[in-house]
């Protein structure tokens, strides 16, 4: 279980297609209070660290399921050594939930339509499959890389949020460019009130 609140930005360091795919990610987590067998959310993806090391900066493996791989924008961008990823650590019995809780289970791939400066900000909008649009209502929460966000106005498929200043400087968000694939999470409390609205 997650909260959508970045911790940390990784680096691929390397890949390597085993059956599963690996991937090793340097971090600057402390790894001595990281276990064999924890979750970290890698751009929102739940994943297992099956290996840890601290050369020639600290770092963690991770296996990653042809499934995962098939539903998620680790098929579609493709991890490379150089690319930077959103880190979240698992949440903890008394740790502050600052976001909302985020299950690290991806439901689809939205894709990145627009991007404009507004401000000090920056409006993205972007566009999810269509039976993912229902679960997504203006002022609503989705995860997005991981990052927990609130949705500011919904459009069809399309919907829209801003990125302050603080978000883009310690996410990859401020990376972000039209064309882009993301992990989309959407809330749970949606999914059980369309599940009701059916049932009714």
């Known amino acids: 279980m997650f909260t959508g609140i970045i911790t ?9 297609q085993r059956g599963d795919l690996r991937a090793r990610i340097a971090t600057d987590y402390d790894i001595v209070g990281i276990d064999i067998g924890a979750s970290i959310a890698c751009d929102g993806v739940c994943l ?4 840890l090391g601290e050369a020639p900066r600290a770092w963690f493996d991770v296996e990653i399921s ?11 961008n493709g991890w490379a050594p ?6 979240e650590r698992a949440l903890k019995v008394g740790d502050e939930l600052g976001g909302h809780i985020v299950s690290g289970h991806v439901d689809g791939v939205a894709e990145v339509v627009s991007v404009a400066t507004e401000g000090d900000s920056t409006r993205v909008v972007f566009r999810v499959p269509d039976e993912l649009a229902r679960f997504i209502a203006p002022k ?11 949705v500011n106005e919904v459009d069809g498929r399309d919907f829209g949020v801003n990125f302050i200043p ?17 992990n989309l999470e959407i809330d749970t409390l ?4 369309a599940r009701l609205a059916e049932a009714g």
């Open 8 to 16: 940390d930005i990784g680096e691929i360091l390397e890949v390597e």
């Open 140 to 150: 609503g929460s989705v995860a997005l890389n991981g990052t927990s966000l609130t």
């Open 48 to 51: 297992t660290v099956i290996a």
């Open 166 to 182: 603080h978000t883009q400087a310690v996410t990859t968000w401020g990376e972000v460019a039209v064309g882009d694939a993301v």
């Open 82 to 87: 150089g690319k930077r990823v959103n880190l």
């Open 66 to 76: 042809a499934e995962t791989v098939s539903k998620t924008n680790i098929g579609r």
């Open 190 to 193: 949606a999914r059980y009130v």
